[in-house]
């Protein structure tokens, strides 16, 4: 092959290929640099969080995250960082652009020199976190009003046959 192989147009495709993957993806993708700077991130930010991504690069991406949730960030990043794991998984919740709080969940890989840093991939579960409390609640007070019946109480089927 002559001339330069980056010009080659299978090598145009895969970049057009990754930019449509990056751009209309949900989540969101962040290379991060090993002591906290955001070196990249999707387009998707801009949906999921509000955040110009150009704009964020350089952005200590702790400062995305909730106070309390940094702690537990901060030392899984730090056994990325060095090598104690390849992947981490948390739910925290990351702060907008506007400033409010979204639930996330946040799954991110150990540096490679190919990425220059740690890739993380942010979902937003804000939805399925809320339905999760809805539905401890039910539970609990199902289990409150059961365990507050002085009578018994005897379940049964369409056809009459007992479940206890």
Known sequence: MSGDPLQHPAFSAGRNRFRALAEYVDDVALVVGLDGPILYVSPSAQR????????A????VFQLIDEDDQRAMRASFGDLVAGRRLTVALELRAITADGSSIDVEVVASAPTES??????NVRDVTERKRIEREALEVQTRYATIMESLVDGIMMVDEIGRAHV
């Not at 690069?57 to 200590?60: A, N, Q």
């Open 48 to 55: 999921l969080l509000g955040y110009d991504p150009s704009g």
């Open 57 to 60: 690069i350089g952005t200590d």
């Open 115 to 120: 990425a220059g840093g740690v890739v993380v």
